[in-house]
């Protein structure tokens, strides 16, 4: 199948080109950052883990949402999603490329990513993470691939696909599970240490992921002749709908704990976030968009007519992952550094290499992604035609 991503019209090839641009200027800037180290970005002492990470902790919910399309459809039999299941799983390969790059750079010495299993350590979150991480990839990657191969053939996939497909689902909750507590699980980082942080994450990515997916499908609906269909894509909708309305309710749970005990520890981040210090406020207008952002998806969503209108849901849907990017994206991870546990407030804005590098890791997750829908649009407009 892989001839089929061979072909195509003049704008695929222009889109891929200008791929593979960005991805060239950012790699001539992380040759820069492998001469002169992790320096040359706006990390520091007091912020050990900044953009980089930030980037991998919300595409890991991009990868781990595509679960929201799979248990429908291969547990509860949902046959509206037969032709869209696919592309959620192809979103997480996608995905979960750009996680393990960004886990890369972010490392200075690639090679040393090797030392997680020359010498494992059951005992390290790192070590399970890095696990389900891969596990899940390779997963996505056989499922999709075996299933697409017997549709396009006309026969029923081979029977040992199933139990993988089982297995996927676990894994999908286990990546993003597993990466809550990379962070929940460090005592000296207040603004982490609370028991919701892994439903939190599990929520957004309930909304994150599907939300990219609906814009997929319009945007494939635009350029190719393969529809996803209207009830598949309103019942999407619903889901984010819900995940969403989960996602900021937990963040208020966590707010009226914090404010209502008052405990110095986890106030002081979210004031930083919310209303800044001192003059140090970087991150406040952020913040109030993605609120923002949220709570109008969120009206948006609920309101059947606006839910419906196909004009209007793809922006809504914009929305969304914007203001979860910036959520989980920015506030999450300079939120659990600023102030640091001896209440210094050193704040961290990434520098213009380190904004290039993360746009190049996002262009190759981009480029895999056309070349994956590009072989399933493909299959699926065949087997439309026969």
Known sequence: MLETALKGTKKYWLWLMALSGVIGVAFACYIGQLYFGLGITGMSRDVSWGFYIAQFTFLVGVAAGGVML???????DYKKFGKITIIGEFVAVAALCMCLLFIVVDLGQPMRILNVWLHPTPGSVLFWDTLVLNGYLLLNIIVGWKVLEAERNSVAPPHWVKPLIYISIPFAFGIHTVT????????????WLTAILAPRFLASAFAAGPAFVIMLCFLIRKVTRFDAGSEAIQ???????????????FFMCEVFVVFYSQIPEHMTHLKYLFAGHDGHGVLVPWMWVSILLMICGIILLVNPKTRRDERILPYTCGIIFVG?????GLGMISGGFVPSPLHYYNEYVPTLQEIMISLGVWAIGFFVLTILLKIAVTVKEEVMVH
Do not use: M, Q
């Not at 799979?70 to 509860?76: A, C, D, K, S, W």
């Not at 019942?235 to 309710?249: E, H, M, P, Q, R």
């Not at 979860?324 to 989980?328: A, N």
């Open 70 to 76: 799979v248990i429908p459809y291969y547990l509860h």
């Open 180 to 191: 809550a507590y990379l962070y929940c699980g460090l005592p000296g980082r207040g603004f």
């Open 235 to 249: 019942t999407l909708s619903k889901i984010v709908t819900y995940a969403l309305i989960a996602n900021v309710f």
């Open 324 to 328: 979860t990017w910036i959520d989980k």
